[in-house]
């Protein structure tokens, strides 16, 4: 991000500053005072807001129109590249150089929408250090994150990692610290592709979509954090009468050994397709010897 001052000084020093199109055309000439160079019918104050009276203010449809006039102008004005790095460049505490009006064809709202957009990319790019990365390959923590890919349950996360809910739900909340995110804000989607990204979780672990559901980490003390990972959502059906019992793959009750060798009875012995040796026939072929073989 460019400082800003140095960006408003490459703005004001262009060599067309004088000519952008939110100046003001000069007064001998000017129908109107205060009549912007980018667009005739416009005020030069079009580009900020109106300064108007609180018992009047302007018109949700005259506000509309005029902010595209005004943006209209910036799209044909030859400062408007060195202008829109000004307006989206951050002072020294952390503002934004030009936080209200339209600045570069940008409304304010989108300017400061752009910089939050900023802020979270750069919290999500900052890699969380190596030893938290490692304590996170834990066995546990690993089948937590396993279980957390197929299920959106806590209970069936809990029975698929082997532990508690309450141990799993503790797992959940660590993974959240330990990967940088936020524990009030993480969904479960989110601690997920992050462990992928940052190689915490393997590329071939299939991750159950749930949507934007939050939230990974734990339920805290006092009860305002989510209680459960995706409550009220019917993310897997239930069987009447069969509530009991727990989904997806459980253990087969036939012993390992007793089934490979049922495996191996039932593939029998092993055949291998032969192809036999292609024959020289002779050129250019008798018709004869075609029928002969044929037949
Ligand atoms: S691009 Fe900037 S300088 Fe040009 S008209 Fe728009 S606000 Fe004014």
Not at 43 to 48: K, L, P, Q, S, T
């Given at each position: 991000m460019r400082d800003s001052l140095a960006a408003r000084a490459e703005l004001t020093q262009h060599r067309h500053y004088r000519y952008r199109g939110c100046a003001p055309v000069p007064a001998d000439v000017a129908d109107f005072p205060g009549q912007a160079l980018g667009d005739p019918?416009?005020?030069?104050?079009?580009?900020?807001?109106l300064d108007r009276p609180d018992d009047d203010p302007e018109p949700q449809r005259e506000r509309i129109a005029r902010e595209r006039a005004a943006a209209a102008a910036c799209g044909r004005c030859p400062v408007l590249d060195s202008c829109r790095v000004y307006a989206n460049s951050e002072t020294a505490a952390g503002q934004l150089a030009e936080p209200a009006g339209i600045w570069g064809g940008i409304l304010a709202l989108d300017r400061h929408r752009a910089l939050i957009r900023r802020r979270q990319d750069q919290a999500v790019v900052a890699p969380p250090p190596s030893a938290a990365l490692s304590e996170a390959r834990t066995a546990q923590k690993q089948a937590v994150l396993r279980s957390l890919a197929r299920e959106t349950d806590e209970e069936l996360v809990a029975y698929r990692a082997g532990m508690d809910v309450r141990t799993a739900n503790w797992h959940r909340s660590l993974l959240c610290g330990l990967l940088g995110l936020d524990k009030d804000r993480a969904s479960r989607e989110e601690l997920l592709h992050t462990a992928r990204r940052l190689g915490v979780?393997?590329?071939r672990v299939r991750i159950r979509p749930d949507g934007r559901w939050p939230i990974a980490a734990a339920p805290n003390g006092d009860g305002s954090r989510q209680r459960r990972i995706a409550p009220g959502m019917p993310a897997q059906i239930v069987l009447p009468g069969y509530q009991h019992l727990p989904r997806g793959r459980r253990p087969s009750p036939i012993p390992a050994e007793a089934l490979a060798a049922t495996h191996r009875a039932r593939r029998g012995p092993r055949l291998r397709l032969v192809t036999p040796p292609p024959q020289q026939l002779p050129l250019p072929l008798p018709t004869l010897t075609v029928l002969e073989r044929a037949a």
């Open positions: 019918r416009l005020h030069i104050d079009a580009w900020g807001s979780l393997p590329e």
